[in-house]
């Protein structure tokens, strides 16, 4: 089956602009998680959601923010962009909301540049 | 979630086991270790978990000790596509799907 799906693939805004980017996990999953990745912090958590609800939420500013749709699709905002928001942004997708036997898969990325 | 402490990079030669440890002391009963790698511009991917007692699947094997305090991920027969970044993490799982990821150990499978 398909796997997760991220759009863009790459983005280049400039500061103070915002950008969305989309997730779609495999099918059948209900539970997406977004992460930053940056050379500087690492992979860091940043929100999952379950069911159209936010479950979790990383130490972020409030100008990220996220939403899950019914279809288990999920996007996440930046508002007013700053150059270090640059990253990788990955998505994870999981069937369940936990347990152990719970793998998550996840997506290439969208590579975001601040300018 | 309890902080875990990995070697920063560590080579391998192709075709040989490779060992990757992981320090985790103030793991509590109820934390898994789970066991990721993300090769270069890729995603993270599982690779294996456990609670206490040892694991095998097709990918690798998680020894972890009696203590709980450390773990071993063994790749058996390293390959130059095992060439990734290796993250230990441990987790409460009925805490939902959150992971925290350190900094892992960089892994270079030499021919």
């Known amino acids: 089956k398909a796997g997760v799906t991220q759009t863009p693939r790459y983005l280049i805004k400039t500061r103070g602009q915002q950008v969305t980017l989309s997730c779609s996990p495999i099918?059948?999953?209900?539970?997406v998680s977004w992460y930053q990745q940056t050379p500087g912090q690492g992979l860091q958590f940043l929100f999952e959601?379950?069911?159209?609800?936010?479950?979790n939420k990383g130490n972020f500013p409030g100008r990220f923010s996220g939403r899950q749709f019914s279809n288990s699709r999920s996007e996440m905002n930046v508002s007013t962009l700053e150059l270090g928001d640059s990253a990788l942004y990955l998505c994870?997708?999981?069937?369940?909301?936990?347990?152990?036997?719970?793998?998550?898969?996840f997506g290439p990325g969208t590579r975001l540049t601040v300018l | 979630d309890a902080k875990t402490t990995q070697p920063t990079s560590m080579d391998c030669a192709e075709g040989r086991a490779a060992n990757l440890p992981c320090n985790h002391s103030?793991?509590?009963?109820?934390?898994?270790v789970y066991w990721y790698r993300q090769i270069h511009s890729q995603g993270p991917q599982y690779i294996i978990h456990?609670?206490?007692n040892n694991e095998t699947n097709e990918m690798a094997s998680l020894i972890i000790t009696e203590d709980r305090k450390s773990s071993t991920l063994i790749l058996p027969h390293a390959t130059l596509r095992d060439t990734a970044v290796y993250y230990c993490?441990?987790?409460?799982?009925?805490?939902?799907?959150?992971?925290?990821f350190g900094g892992g150990t960089r892994v270079l499978v030499k021919p």
């Open positions: 103030t793991i509590s009963g109820n934390e898994y």
């Open positions: 959601y379950f069911s159209e609800t936010q479950r």
């Open positions: 099918s059948g999953h209900r539970s």
């Open positions: 993490i441990v987790r409460v799982v009925a805490a939902g799907n959150k992971l925290t």
């Open positions: 994870a997708s999981s069937l369940l909301a936990g347990g152990s036997y719970n793998e998550q898969f």
């Open positions: 456990g609670l206490k």
